[in-house]
């Protein structure tokens, strides 16, 4: 299965897809030096969070998914070097609506680091799409 989603997502920064199937999706980062905070080499929390999002969004995989909400918890830090892989499953079943929840989990070999619920929607079209108008952003499909 190809990517719907996010195509011109930097990779290096938010993780390489692996597997795809419908409803679920793996990606893989490796931490590197400009993702450091400090000269330990603790990696920002906000780009862990974006490898979890970003397999969130692949998980769905429709061209007009975006987050709408999320509610993780930091598990375990990340040092500079260290390779992650996010896991992201669709938890409701899709149907008419435009709401999806998406589990994901993101570890470092058996350790988890992160566990979050991403609450994502589908919408009718980009929600930049010029004729949403300021205060008109683009509805979930199906939306009134």
């Not at 969130?56 to 429709?62: E, I, R, S, T």
């Not at 350790?111 to 619920?117: E, S």
């Amino acid at each position: 299965m190809q990517p719907a989603t996010h195509p011109s997502i930097d990779r290096g920064l938010c993780g390489t897809p692996g597997a795809l199937a419908p409803g679920r999706a793996e990606v893989a980062l490796e931490a590197r030096t400009d993702m450091a905070v400090d000269p330990e080499g603790l990696v920002h929390g906000g780009f862990v969070f974006g490898l979890a999002d970003h397999a969130a969004m692949l998980a769905v995989n429709d061209p007009f998914v975006v987050l709408g909400a999320a509610d993780v918890r930091f598990e375990r830090p990340v040092r500079v070097g260290e390779r992650l892989v996010a896991t992201a499953q669709v938890t409701d079943p899709p149907g008419p609506g435009r709401k999806r929840v998406v589990e994901a989990e993101v570890r470092r070999g058996d350790d988890v680091v992160l566990r979050g619920r991403f609450t994502c929607f589908v919408l009718d079209r980009h929600v930049l799409a010029a004729d949403a108008g300021p205060g008109a952003e683009a509805r979930p499909r199906g939306g009134r």
